[in-house]
Structure formats: structure tokens, C-alpha cells
């Protein structure tokens, strides 16, 4: 485990608990915040003998880093980027329609935090990412990703074009977003099943080996001038369409 930092924010911290408590090592909360949301997060604490205090709103100001904590903050053991087996593992365990997202060597520390909230936004089951040439859980990514970083499982590979193949062998779909005359239109797409949803990188897009390994290429309708959109945009547009079909 890396070094504990503050985490903050009503979901964040209440998303820990439920799934990772032991990570959280001390709860501060904001005195005067005595509403459902905060006695909610009490509750679920309380198991777990987590040590609390009430401080004032401006040292929460100075440990969320002016973040908007809502009143709560928790010292937290990070989480730490997974395996490949734990990645095969967690499909082996899906019991509904998995929803992965998997970029394609992002360098850009901002979006890939961006890219992570997004994905936690819409409650895909992880991201992942190749081990070189691509950002990790860096501190940049973890204030952009807002506490999704902690709660998002992340998962970094050696190969990628070996990891998708896998995937498919376990029935997972893969569909790349590409500008590329054999691609449809994302909204014509059905996402509703198993996904594994792949962006490219910055300015490069996918790679030609993994836009081979996709099972189908998707590309954006667009009317205006430019042909392409940053990779966390355009994986929020494509993440929230398979959030939509699948609501």
C-alpha cells in the first residue's frame, strides 16, 4: 500500500466502507453536520471501530485540499493498481453484464483521472491500462479522479492485445472507438452485454494491434468542424451511452 492520504467527499468515503474498510484508517467530520448522509457514513464506520472527530469546516478545507468534501474526509491506505489475474477473476465472479473500460496507452495523468471518475460515474467494474508507456495512479490522477481512484478497480498489463483476447475467450465484447471506414455509429451499437470499451490514446487513437483485437469499431457522430474529441470526453460520450442502454 502507498503512503495514507485524505480522501473526501460523501460517496468516496462511504463507497470505501462498504467495500474496503480496513483501508480507512481515521474519519473527520464536519462539526455541525448532523444530516442522513453524514449519519449514514457513522453507521456504516461503526462496525468497524474506525477512530472519528469532529473538527471545524476550514481544517477539512485544508485536508481535502479545498476539495468539496461535503463535510467528511477519512485518512485512507490508497489502493494500488491490480493484476491481470485479479482482472480475470473479477469476470470470472460477474454474475451481471460487466462494463470495462480499457485505454490504450493514455499518457496524460489529467485524463486518465478524468477517465477513472467517468468510470466510476457509471459503475463499470474497472479500468484498465498498459504497465509502460501509459500514466498510472499517480497523485495528479488521484486529485483529478476526485476518490474514484480508490473505489474503481485499476488494473495495469503487460500485453494488452493478449489481455483483450482473453477477455474475449471469456465472453467478453470488445468494442473500440475509432475514426475508421469500417466503423458504426456508436448509438447503433448494442452495449447491453458484457463490454470492454477501448479508447486510444492521445492523438493516436488505438493502436493497429488493438484496434485488430476489437470485436467492432465504434466512432461518434459529429457535426461540427473537428473529427475528434479528447480521449476522456469521448469516453464519457461512450461510457454514458452504455450507461444509458443498460439502465
Request: net charge negative.
Amino acid at each position: 500500500m502507498a503512503k495514507p492520504d485524505w480522501v473526501f467527499g460523501l460517496h468516496t468515503v462511504a463507497a470505501i466502507l462498504e467495500r474496503h474498510p480496513e483501508r480507512i484508517l481515521e474519519l473527520c467530520f464536519q462539526q455541525g453536520r448532523e444530516d442522513q448522509r453524514i449519519q449514514n457514513i457513522q453507521a456504516l464506520a461503526e462496525p468497524h471501530g474506525i477512530p472519528s472527530r469532529l473538527s471545524t469546516r476550514q481544517t477539512l478545507d485544508e485536508l481535502a485540499k479545498d476539495g468539496n468534501h461535503q463535510g467528511v474526509v477519512a485518512k485512507c491506505r490508497l489502493a494500488q493498481p491490480q493484476t491481470e489475474q485479479q482482472l480475470y477473476e473479477l469476470v470470472e465472479r460477474a454474475r451481471e453484464p460487466l462494463l470495462l473500460l480499457v485505454l490504450d496507452s493514455v499518457t496524460d495523468p489529467h485524463n486518465l483521472g478524468a477517465c477513472i471518475r467517468t468510470a466510476d460515474a457509471v459503475g463499470a467494474a474497472g479500468v484498465i491500462t498498459t504497465r509502460d508507456k501509459a500514466a498510472g495512479l499517480t497523485p495528479v490522477v488521484r486529485r483529478v479522479a476526485v476518490g474514484a481512484a480508490e473505489v474503481v478497480p485499476f488494473f495495469q498489463v503487460t500485453n494488452l492485445a493478449r489481455t483483450l483476447d482473453e477477455l474475449k475467450q471469456m465472453g467478453i465484447w470488445v468494442a473500440g472507438s475509432a475514426i475508421d471506414e469500417t466503423a458504426k455509429s456508436l448509438y447503433d451499437a448494442d452495449l447491453t452485454g458484457h463490454l470492454a470499451m477501448v479508447m486510444g490514446a492521445e492523438g493516436k487513437g488505438l493502436r493497429r494491434l488493438t484496434k485488430d483485437k476489437c470485436d467492432q469499431l465504434l466512432y461518434i457522430p459529429m457535426q461540427g468542424s473537428v473529427d475528434s474529441l479528447n480521449v476522456s470526453v469521448a469516453t464519457g460520450v461512450c461510457l454514458f451511452e452504455a450507461y444509458r442502454q443498460r439502465s
